[in-house]
């Protein structure tokens, strides 16, 4: 490698996730198919600008391992178990109804039976990496279909082991009698290897973690949480076993322990990168070639992948009694073809089960999968939330309740909650606006009127009655989203008056910039209370104490609104900032020295009148 040649992939790697990720969130069309079309751009496919050689997608992989660890640390050993069933009954109709369905496609297009039933298993592989990550994108992780979708992945990954001992068993080339042999002594590899971690991990790992904890050297507890992680998916991979599931048993061994929060906190950046590095690979690795040689075939397969997975994970999710609103997302997660079929399929083209074209075709396949799934998932939001309408509608119409409120809310969480609940205790109803579905069943238990959908989309908003509202208060926890909701509101509904909560003085500007008037910062008044309580806690008394905190409240109001026009200006901002405070603090001196003067006053007036 010639010198400063060293630059070139990283270089490479994040000019191109700079540039597509942020563009493809503004087209929300989701940050992992940013990383998609970001590989395919800068692999071998289309401009070449990484070598085909490179070890990329081997170490890539790590994002996902790390992943699964953390998604461990967040399942303690007791709701696991809990999860037992789900994961090995659910997991298994999954895969099993899956590859079942597949195999009878490959059965009817003439295939041989053997073929069929290896490519239906590694079709029938989900991808972890980019199901969890749009759980986390989403915040769906704790939601019914959530957890499902966790429990099938969890599943796969145990079956990845009986799949690859499966697959020379069934080839032609490699059905020797030593098959059933190679079969139990991988599998006593697996389990030997898992043993291994859980009493390892029970016995060694919160000792180690203190002893190095001890050592006072934040660096040094960083790489030890990497050396965990990588042992063990090490460990795992030398059994022939994913290395994401043993990385998953070490986070849950420590799910209870005391360092599960800074283990958190310093594996997160790593697993940010190296998950984007992953979906960059698999970008990189679609052969456009193999495409063009026979695009029929390659639409066929995905037609088929998506089509057979799609009815069985919907009668699966029916079944499962997963909410309605949550369904989408279960099924369409769930369908899309995995990162473990690529390992299944090269270990069929090693036995000769199928060839190099084959191969190529079904990678493109998967791939193509992968790379459609977001947009199936923006599909599947807007008909299930067209189904929700009418359905809204119709019940309306049937029960003739009464005109919309005029009032819109758009969030549920705990500020929005607060909200409606003080509006409703003085007689005042409201509409509520949420995307997240187990909120939204909660208030309706309670009669509220509640849509679910993104307030950020202009028909959701029509469909809640905005046309016709006089109030919209916006309580969202993303800045951007209340920023965009804002912004659409004073286009399309000019005789809205805006309500929104700020997280930060940045927020407040951008609020104010996008016409919101009515704007409160959402720790403001909570730190002035405790300001209060620390003064009357110094002696002051609460009368006085709670006068200060009004009197700093309106000159903090005062101060914000004049540095609007500022925006954009630091050195003004900053002055303007030391003026106000020096203003307020002189102010404030001067109020106490009077009252001093009074009190001072009032005694003397007292002695005078004793003597």
């Known amino acids: ?39 395919l751009l800068i692999g071998p496919a289309v401009l070449g600008l ?94 019914t279909a959530g957890e499902s979708i966790l429990s099938v992945a969890l599943l796969q990954d145990i079956a990845a082991i009986p799949v690859l001992a499966l697959v020379p068993v069934l080839a032609l080339s490699g059905a020797h009698g030593d098959g059933d042999g190679r079969t139990w002594l991988a599998a006593a590899k697996a389990v030997g290897a898992i043993v291994v971690i859980v009493f390892g991990g029970r016995l060694l790992l919160r000792p180690a973690l203190r002893w190095i904890a001890h050592s006072k050297t934040p660096e040094i507890f ?36 005391e360092y599960r929060r800074e283990l958190e906190t310093d594996l997160e950046p790593f697993k940010g990168l190296l998950l984007g590095l992953f979906f960059i690979a698999v970008g990189m690795g679609l052969d456009l070639k193999a495409v063009a040689a026979q695009p029929g075939f390659v639409a066929a397969l995905v037609l088929a992948l998506l089509g057979c997975k799609i009815v069985v994970l919907a009668l699966m999710a029916k079944a499962m009694k997963i909410p309605l609103v949550e369904r ?37 396949a998967v791939a193509l999968s992968l790379a459609l799934t977001p947009l199936l998932l923006t599909g599947g939001d807007r008909l299930m939330s ?46 509520v606006l949420d995307h997240d579905s187990e909120a939204i069943e909660s208030l309706r238990r309670f009669g509220w009127t509640v849509y679910y959908g993104d307030a950020t989309r202009l028909d959701m908003l029509k469909t809640a009655g905005a046309a016709t509202a006089r109030i919209l208060v916006i309580a969202i926890d993303d800045i951007a989203q209340s920023v965009e909701i804002a912004e659409l509101a004073r286009e399309h509904f000019p005789q809205l008056t805006l309500v929104a909560r700020a997280r930060n003085v940045q927020h407040y500007y951008q609020l104010h910039e996008a016409g919101v008037r009515h704007i409160e910062r959402e720790t403001f008044d909570a730190a002035l209370m405790s300001a209060r309580s620390v003064l009357e806690l110094t002696g002051m008394e609460p009368h006085a104490a709670r006068r200060q905190a009004m009197r700093f409240r309106r000159h903090n109001i005062e101060v914000l609104n004049q540095m609007v026009p500022l925006q954009g200006d630091e050195n003004a901002l900053i002055a303007a900032a030391k003026l106000g405070r020096q203003q307020f603090e002189q102010q404030m001196a001067a109020e106490r020295e009077a009252e001093e003067a009074h009190r001072r006053a009032q005694r003397g007036g007292w002695d005078r009148q004793d003597s």
């Open 50 to 143: 990484i070598p085909e050689s490179t070890a990329i997608p081997e170490v890539a992989e790590l994002g996902v391992v790390l992943m699964l660890f953390l998604v461990g640390l967040e399942l303690e050993p007791k709701r696991l178990w809990a999860m037992r069933r789900p994961i090995f009954g659910w997991g298994s109709v999954q895969l099993l109804g899956c590859a079942a369905a597949l195999t009878a496609v490959g059965l009817a297009l003439g295939y041989p039976w053997r073929l069929s039933v290896v490519v239906s298993l590694g079709l029938a592989m989900s991808s972890t990496a980019v199901a969890l990550a749009v759980l986390a994108e989403r915040n769906l992780g704790r939601t």
């Open 222 to 257: 960083t790489a030890a949480a990497l050396l965990l992680v990588l042992g063990t998916a090490a460990l795992m991979q030398l059994v022939g076993l994913s290395m994401a599931l043993g990385a998953f048993l070490a986070g849950v061994l420590l799910a209870e322990s």
């Open 386 to 431: 067209q189904k929700l309408a009418r359905r809204g509608l119709k019940k309306r119409a049937e029960a003739a309740p009464p005109p919309p409120s005029p009032i819109i809310i758009a969030g549920s969480g705990r500020y929005g909650q607060v909200v409606a609940r003080m509006l409703r205790a003085n007689g005042v109803e409201a509409t």
């Open 1 to 39: 490698m010639s010198h400063g040649a060293w630059l070139q992939l990283p270089l490479v790697f994040l000019a191109a996730a700079v540039l597509a990720v942020p563009l493809a969130r503004y087209l929300r069309l989701g940050s992992i198919l940013g990383y998609l079309v970001a590989g």
């Open 328 to 364: 989408p997302a279960f099924v369409i997660l769930l369908a899309q073809g995995g990162e473990f079929g690529f390992v299944v399929f090269q270990l069929a083209q090693s036995e000769g089960m199928i060839n190099a074209a084959q191969n190529s075709a079904l990678v493109a």
